[in-house]
Nanobody, 127 residues
Framework: QVQLVESGGGSVQPGGSLTLSCLTNEYTAGSLCVNWFRQPPGKEREGVASIDRGGDSTFYADSVKGRFTISQDSTRSTVYLRMNSLNSEDTAMYYC?????????????????????WGQGTQVTVS
């Protein structure tokens, strides 16, 4: 069973930066897509970035492209979300989620309903 634990949230001023971490226990790294979602207050959850755990392909929502960077460490046990040039619209609860990678398909952003595991979330506040 995949388990995910996020950390790194907090409060930051507009224009600032934060890095979120997602620790995973999945052993079959090559078969997993890891995603970052966020849910602003009163709004729906949206996917912002994803990465192929078995490779290095990355995908981004238009709203964060050029400002956010998803990456993983050399052991592929931790996925990061580096967030730069933060603004008030980035204020949200951020979640790490994972889904099984379908053979022959990429780890492009996918709906929350297809995720098989979720972390507990970490709050990011920009003000």
């Amino acid at each position: 069973q995949v388990q995910l634990v996020e950390s790194g949230g907090g409060s930051v001023q507009p224009g600032g930066s934060l890095t979120l971490s997602c620790l995973t226990n999945e052993y079959t790294a090559g078969s997993l897509c890891v995603n970052w979602f966020r849910q602003p207050p009163g709004k729906e959850r949206e996917g912002v970035a994803s990465i192929d755990r078995g490779g290095d392909s990355t995908f981004y929502a238009d709203s964060v492209k050029g400002r956010f960077t998803i990456s993983q460490d050399s052991t592929r046990s931790t996925v990061y979300l580096r967030m730069n040039s933060l603004n008030s619209e980035d204020t949200a609860m951020y979640y790490c989620a994972a889904r099984s990678k379908v053979w022959g398909k990429s780890c492009a952003l996918a709906p929350s309903r297809v995720m098989r595991a979720w972390g507990q979330g970490t709050q990011v506040t920009v003000s």
